[in-house]
C-alpha cells in the first residue's frame, strides 16, 4: 500500500498492511537533537504531510512564532515568547470591551484564502502521503487569544449580544477558507481547539455543545459533501465529548489518550480513528524505551480494530529522542 492507502484504510478499519505514522516536532527538537533528529525523520518518513499554503498577499503576522521575545500573529494577536523553540502566550488581549463591539483591532486574514491552488494541486499530484490541508480553524482558542481566557469565560457564562454576532463572523470565515480547501486535491482538512484539563473538559460539556459543537459540525460536514475526511486535534482531557464527536462523524482525532486512560478510550475503539498519541508529558519525558514499547502495545491491543490507529507522537520541549525513536520502531513491530 501507498501512504495514502495505508491512511484510508486505517479510517475505514479494512486492515491496512501496516500501521501509518506521522512525527509531530517542535523546533526544539531539532535544536536540541540535530543530526540525529534529522536522522529518526529519515528513518520514519511520514504517511500523512501537509499541502503548502503559499499565500498570494502575506498576512500581517510579523516576527516567529518559535523565537524568544514578541509575535504577532495573522489575526494581529500578540504572543510573547519565553524561550526559543516553543510556543508563547497572548498576555495582553485585543479585545477589551466587555461588550465585544468594538473589534477594531481584529484582523480578518483574509490573506489566507490568496493561496496557490496550483502550487497545491502539484503537490498532491507527486505527493504518495495522504495529504491534508494546514489548520483552518481553532474557534475556541482563538476567542481566547482575542480576549483573553479568563474574560472569554465569564463571557461564555453570560454572552454579550456582540460575543454571538462575532463569532458567527469568525466562523463564516473559517467556513470559507474550509470551502476553498475542499476545492483542492487534500484528501482531508484539519482543524483544532485544545478542549481539556488534566481531569475534565474545560468548560461545561452542555455549554461546549450549545456554542461550539455547531461549528465543527458545519467543517465536517462541508469537507464530507466534496469527499475529504476531517481531522481534529485536541489536548487534555476530552472524553465527555468523544461521543458528541464520533456523532459528527469526525473520521480522525489526535488526543491525549494517556491523561484520559486508555481503557476509558477503549470503549469508543472502532468507532473513529486513534490520531496518535503517546504521552509526551511523561512517557517521552521520562519512561524507560521498554516502558515506552509497552506504552505503543497497550494502545494497539485496546483501540485497534482492522484499523483505527495512526503512529503519532509529538516530539516537543523534553521529550528524549530514544523514546520517541522506540514509539515508531514499535509501532513497525506490531
Not at 473589534?103 to 502521503?129: K, Q
Not at 494546514?134 to 449580544?161: C, H, I
Not at 485536541?234 to 480522525?252: F, N, Q, R, V
Not at 472502532?270 to 508529558?281: K, P
Amino acid at each position: 500500500m501507498t501512504s495514502r492507502e495505508l491512511v484510508l484504510a486505517t479510517l475505514d478499519f479494512e486492515r491496512p498492511t501496516r500501521i501509518p505514522r506521522q512525527i509531530w516536532s517542535l523546533p526544539w527538537a531539532q535544536m536540541q537533537y540535530g543530526e540525529r533528529f534529522d536522522e529518526l525523520l529519515s528513518d520514519f518518513p511520514p504517511d500523512i504531510t501537509t499541502a503548502p499554503e503559499e499565500l498570494e498577499k502575506p498576512t500581517i503576522a510579523r516576527g516567529d512564532a518559535y523565537q524568544r521575545g514578541a509575535y504577532v500573529d495573522e489575526w494581529g494577536a500578540v504572543f510573547t515568547q519565553a524561550a526559543d523553540g516553543i510556543i508563547g502566550e497572548v498576555k495582553e488581549p485585543i479585545v477589551t470591551d466587555d461588550t465585544w463591539e468594538d473589534i477594531s483591532r481584529v484582523h480578518f486574514p483574509t490573506e489566507r484564502l490568496t493561496f496557490d491552488r496550483d502550487a497545491v494541486r502539484a503537490y498532491c499530484a507527486d505527493a504518495d502521503t495522504f495529504v491534508v490541508s494546514p489548520n483552518l480553524a481553532r474557534p475556541f482558542e482563538r476567542l481566547q487569544f482575542l480576549r483573553g481566557t479568563e474574560e472569554l469565560y465569564v463571557d461564555l457564562m453570560d454572552p454579550p449580544p456582540g460575543l454571538k454576532r462575532f463569532i458567527s463572523k469568525m466562523h463564516a470565515f473559517s467556513c470559507e477558507m474550509v470551502e476553498a480547501w475542499v476545492h483542492t486535491d487534500v484528501d482531508a482538512i484539519t482543524f483544532m481547539d485544545d478542549w481539556g484539563q488534566q481531569k475534565a473538559l474545560l468548560i461545561n460539556p452542555e455549554l461546549w455543545r450549545a456554542v461550539f459543537k455547531p461549528l465543527y459540525r458545519d467543517y465536517i460536514d462541508i469537507a464530507h459533501a466534496h469527499g475529504k475526511r476531517a481531522f481534529m486535534h485536541s489536548d487534555g482531557h476530552i472524553l465527555a465529548i468523544y461521543p458528541d464527536l464520533i456523532e459528527l462523524g469526525l473520521d480522525a482525532v489526535n488526543s491525549q489518550l494517556f491523561c484520559m486512560g486508555i481503557d476509558e478510550v477503549s470503549r469508543y475503539a472502532g468507532q473513529i480513528t486513534f490520531w496518535g498519541e503517546i504521552d509526551r508529558q511523561h512517557l517521552l519525558v521520562d519512561a524507560t524505551e521498554e516502558e515506552v514499547r509497552a506504552a505503543v502495545r497497550e494502545v494497539y491491543g485496546k483501540l485497534y480494530r482492522d484499523g483505527g490507529c495512526i503512529a503519532q507522537c509529538e516530539f516537543g520541549a523534553g521529550a528524549r529522542i530514544e523514546n520517541v525513536r522506540a514509539v515508531f520502531d514499535e509501532w513497525n513491530r506490531v
